[in-house]
């Protein structure tokens, strides 16, 4: 059992809801920042327990960031753990907030699980994420619930636009005059899918080279 594992199975703080299987994806990814300072944001901030956790874990020097549609949320702010209020379906809303919050380490997608705010929120976001930084997408099973506007291969889910992210990150080698290299393929280093979680490290990338 990691930390974050035996701090949630320990909690008796706030609320956290989180499958169990996920802890070893995030202990894997976010071990190299504990200490450090660092800028986390986690969209879905629910009663505010996992924003708790990630102090815990990653130590006073990070500035963490809730993103949540719930102005009761507000409430839950803490010292260096901000909470900013709107939709992570609104484009607009996004690329406001980015002022606030600057570079962006580490960013968990935990929000609604839509589709579309998956999408939309990767599409605004990814952008801001600082090489070497994790974005963190959870509950992509709701690709393939009705009631989230999924579906198994349906278009316009999550999970089939993350599979379209693989050959973007494969477009220097395409012979395709209709599909070339964009700033995704530049700056995304790997695409990790897990049970319910797809994890993308961005780095700054290089031409590939065999010399």
């Excluded at 406001?96 to 839509?114: M, R, S, V, W």
Aim: net charge negative; proline share 2%.
């Amino acid at each position: 059992m990691n930390e974050l594992e035996n701090y949630f199975e320990n909690n008796s703080k706030r609320l956290i809801n989180k499958f169990h299987h996920y802890f070893d994806v995030y202990d894997r990814y976010f071990n190299q920042f504990k200490g450090k300072k660092v800028t986390i944001v986690e969209i879905g901030v629910f009663q505010g327990g996992s924003l708790q956790m990630w102090r815990n874990y990653f130590g006073k020097e990070a500035t963490i960031w809730g993103i949540d549609i719930d102005p009761r949320c507000k409430k839950l702010e803490e010292e260096n753990t901000n909470i900013l209020i709107g939709s992570q379906e609104d484009p607009e809303f996004l690329r406001n907030i980015i002022d606030q919050i600057g570079p962006i380490d580490i960013l968990i997608d935990d929000g609604g699980h839509t589709q579309r705010q998956q999408i939309i929120s990767f599409t605004e976001l990814f952008k801001h994420i600082q090489p070497n930084g994790i974005y963190l997408c959870e509950d992509v099973h709701t690709s393939y619930m009705n009631v989230y506007g999924g579906g198994y291969k349906r278009n316009g889910t999550f999970i089939e636009f993350s599979k379209l992210l693989i050959d973007q990150l494969n477009a220097h080698y395409s012979e395709q005059n209709n599909f070339s290299v964009n700033e995704f393929t530049r700056t995304a280093n790997t695409i990790h899918f897990y049970d319910s979680i797809v994890v993308i490290e961005k780095k700054k990338m290089k031409k590939p080279s065999s010399k």
